[in-house]
């Protein structure tokens, strides 16, 4: 019985050819550095990672010589599933779209070594026009917390009255008071992308202190 599991087929493994295993690391370079040029292009922020594209183009390479290294020998996927069962990955993804980079790059190296040139080829011109039509997205209508620093109840009914009037839709978040003043969070709509309602609340008698911050990580003071 075990001498049909384990047979001469299973411990056998694929002659490995030294021109297929180049023209795997060049394809899967190739679109590694692809995926890398989108990366830069798409991305939305002002300042990037640099390690984590660099991280994109080998996650690419190194998944597909495993998987090239696997498919030529069956006990040896059994022992690389074993070991790779052990790796715990602590690192966190920051941005939602980077998970989806990480596994673009992560597929790109399983296609490249099974020697699934064309799949990785089209696959990866789709995904990246996808990218590029969702990329020139610019939405406007982006929610905003405004922080503003009172003096008085007079300033607070002032900074009300000017945020309504200023902004698509406003909603008081939260009031803090203290013995010397009290602090008004609101959450906002802007009409336009313009800030400047934000100078004309510090204008506003008896405001100390006015902060607008973007739910995107971006802040404006």
Excluded: H
Aim: net charge neutral; with cysteine.
């Amino acid at each position: 019985m075990i001498e049909n599991i384990f047979n001469l087929d299973l411990l056998s493994q694929r002659f490995m050819d030294i021109t297929e295993i180049f023209s795997v690391i060049f394809i899967g370079l190739v679109i590694s550095l692809f995926i890398f040029w989108v990366y830069t292009k798409t991305y939305k922020g002002v300042m990037y990672s640099s390690s984590f594209v660099v991280t994109l183009v080998l996650m690419c390479l190194i998944t597909s010589l495993i998987v090239y290294s696997v498919a030529t020998n069956f006990l040896l996927t059994l022992g690389m599933v074993g070991a790779l069962s052990i790796v715990r990955f602590r690192t966190v993804v920051k941005e939602p779209l980077d998970l989806a980079y990480l596994f673009w790059s992560i597929s790109v190296g399983i296609l490249t070594g099974a020697a699934f040139f064309t799949i990785a080829v089209i696959g990866s011109i789709s995904i990246s026009i996808v990218l590029f039509v969702f990329a020139k997205q610019n939405p406007k209508d982006l929610p905003y917390i405004t922080i503003v620093s009172c003096d008085n109840e007079l300033a607070e009914i002032k900074v009300t009255e000017l945020v309504e009037s200023q902004t698509k839709k406003s909603v008081i978040k939260a009031k803090t008071v203290t013995r010397n003043n009290l602090e008004l969070t609101f959450e906002i709509r802007l009409k336009t992308e313009s800030t400047k309602f934000v100078n004309a609340l510090l204008a506003l008698e008896g405001v100390s202190n006015a902060t607008l911050v973007s739910y995107n990580g971006d802040y404006y003071m």
